[in-house]
């Protein structure tokens, strides 16, 4: 088979894994890093001179490319943000618990307007 034909093959499969998966189950996050491996192997054996059915293909596979680099940034921003959201709950959570802590344990109760 050709060498760009399997590259395509795997931009393919992996531009429609980042379409329709969520990318904050482990599962996926395994297989993208799966596809993204496979081409990397796949690119190291493309190498010049390029027939013309080559160069058509890679024309084809360029613009593909570009929209698998935006949903992966699109895919890094949500994580990132989902990150941040996680990280503020730890950070409310721990404040209610270390707040009632301090709770006094006889039921006595001090005004502090006196």
Do not use: C, W
């Not at 590259?7 to 969520?22: G, M, N, P, R, S």
């Not at 698998?68 to 959570?93: H, V």
């Not at 709770?103 to 005004?111: H, N, V």
């Amino acid at each position: 088979m050709n060498r760009l034909l399997v590259y395509q093959k795997v931009t393919e499969a992996l531009f429609h894994h980042l379409e329709k998966e969520d990318m904050l189950e482990e599962e996926n996050v395994t297989k993208l890093n799966d596809f993204l491996v496979a081409r990397e192997r796949q690119l190291k054996g493309i190498v010049p001179p390029y027939t013309d059915e080559e160069k058509s293909i890679g024309k084809a596979i360029i613009p593909l490319d570009e929209k698998i680099k935006e949903l992966l940034l699109a895919k890094k921003i949500d994580s990132k943000n989902e990150l941040i959201k996680i990280q503020k709950s730890k950070k409310t959570t721990k404040g209610y618990a270390s707040s009632n802590q301090n709770i006094s344990s006889d039921g006595m109760y001090y005004d502090k307007r006196s």
